[in-house]
């Protein structure tokens, strides 16, 4: 299983990659306000470097529901000093753009990213696919029901896994279509955007089904707030270790990039479910 970004082919048959989250944003659900200094963003990214990150997915608008949108010019005073400073660093580390828009992404890609992490899955902004083609960066390709502003108001769906698996489907299908190298395509079922509880139980009790044409599929539960209705605590403290058993559950299951805020024990969690599975 490979995941071409730009002239590297990663290969994940054997080993997953930990995604650590930087979020450059007041708002973000579990640590909004902590990082949206981009100094305080750069020293966190280095953390996440030190700690065994192979991606850091650097995000400058919260997508957290009912999360207000952002303009384009404040996004990029968010993510573009934190971008070029990580590259300034000399580290290896592969670097995603989490953004809904196509300028920002052109930025972010000519800063020195390697992937754009879009959760419109390059339906939000029409520049995005034109951009996508352009150039040969890796995609990430995530199922979200309607938009951050309306997506918790009453999710439907007949048949949850499906659904999410023919969107998948039908996004790759255009992607392709319109000159992108799959490839270049990781895959995400969006825990959490438009989904109920429910929803995402499914989607995790059957996340086998949602690996699609080989290509990598990317797990993004992170401290999201299914756990806390499982666990009957908000606190965000609690939601540490049922992240990190769910990082070994993902990865047992077919998962092969897992979106963190913590990344060392989760790397921990992988290492040790691939262990088990043979594939150290
Ligand atoms: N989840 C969030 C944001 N971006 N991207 C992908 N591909 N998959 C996800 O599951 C995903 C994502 C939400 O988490 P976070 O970034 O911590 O919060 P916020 O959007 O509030 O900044």
């Not at 959760?119 to 902004?125: I, K, Q, S």
């Amino acid at each position: 299983m490979n995941w071409r970004i730009g002239n590297r082919t990663l290969d994940l048959t054997q080993r997953g990659l930990v995604m650590g989250i930087v979020n450059v944003t007041p708002d973000s659900f579990s640590d909004g306000g902590r990082f949206d200094d981009p100094g305080r963003a750069v020293e966190h990214a280095l953390a996440l470097i030190a700690e065994g990150a192979d991606i850091l997915d650097i995000g400058g608008e919260s997508t957290r529901p009912g999360a207000e949108p952002v303009a384009e010019a404040e996004e990029l005073r968010r993510v573009l000093p934190v971008i070029r400073a990580i590259r300034a660093s000399q580290s290896s580390v592969l670097i995603s753009i989490d953004t809904m828009k196509a300028a920002v992404a052109r930025a972010a890609l000519d800063a020195g990213a390697d992937i754009i992490n879009d959760v419109t899955g390059l339906r939000g902004d029409a520049g995005m696919i034109r951009l996508a083609a352009e150039r040969d960066c890796g995609l990430v390709v995530m199922h979200m029901a309607g938009d951050p502003q309306t997506m918790q108001t009453a999710p439907h769906y007949d048949d949850v896994v499906a659904e999410v698996r023919a969107y998948l489907e039908e996004r790759l299908r255009i992607l392709t279509s319109a000159g992108i190298d799959p490839a270049r395509i990781a895959l995400d079922p969006g825990f959490g955007f438009g989904k109920t509880l429910e929803h995402n139980l499914a989607l995790l009790r059957e996340l086998p089904r949602l690996v699609i044409d080989g290509r990598p599929l990317l797990a993004g539960v992170s401290r999201k707030s299914m756990i806390a209705k499982v666990i009957g605590s908000a606190a965000m403290s609690d939601r540490h270790w049922p992240t990190v058993a769910l990082t070994a559950f993902a990865r047992e299951h077919g998962a092969r990039i897992i979106r963190v805020h913590d990344v060392r024990p989760n790397r921990e969690a992988l290492r040790m479910m691939e262990a088990i599975l043979g594939r150290v």
